[in-house]
């Protein structure tokens, strides 16, 4: 069975940074690419990065890159991403979700990732 679980959120001044954590089980994990995703309720599901199971080469939405950093540690089947410089417009539910498998190509659409987390809530203050 298929199984991701963020955790991590939680609440931060505006500047401030925070951890996500992403454990996956119930595929191979290193063969699979990943991303992070974020939610504002009535809002579409948002990109933020997306990393290479291979070769651990990431993409990041323009919204995100110089604060964000999306990584991986295959051995224990674990995905993370590190948000510094938050901003009170950050979204904030974060997803994380499995992508294909990885045949060397990444992407941000929303529709290339066929299994998610249930979200880490994230809230960002002035």
């Known amino acids: 069975q298929v199984q991701l679980v963020e955790s991590g959120g939680g609440s931060v001044q505006a500047g401030g940074s925070l951890r996500l954590s992403c454990a996956a089980s119930g595929w191979p994990y290193g063969y699979y690419y990943g991303g992070w995703f974020r939610q504002v309720p009535g809002k579409e599901r948002e990109a933020v990065a997306s990393?290479?199971?291979?070769?651990?080469?990431?993409v990041y939405a323009d919204s995100v890159k110089g604060r964000f950093t999306i990584s991986r540690d295959n051995a224990k089947n674990m995905m993370y991403l590190q948000m510094n410089s938050l901003k009170t417009e950050d979204p904030e539910m974060y997803l994380c979700a499995r992508g294909r498998w990885d045949l060397g190509t990444l992407t941000l659409r929303v529709t290339e990732y066929d299994s998610w987390g249930q979200g880490t809530q994230v809230t960002v203050s002035s």
């Open positions: 990393i290479s199971s291979r070769t651990g080469t990431p």
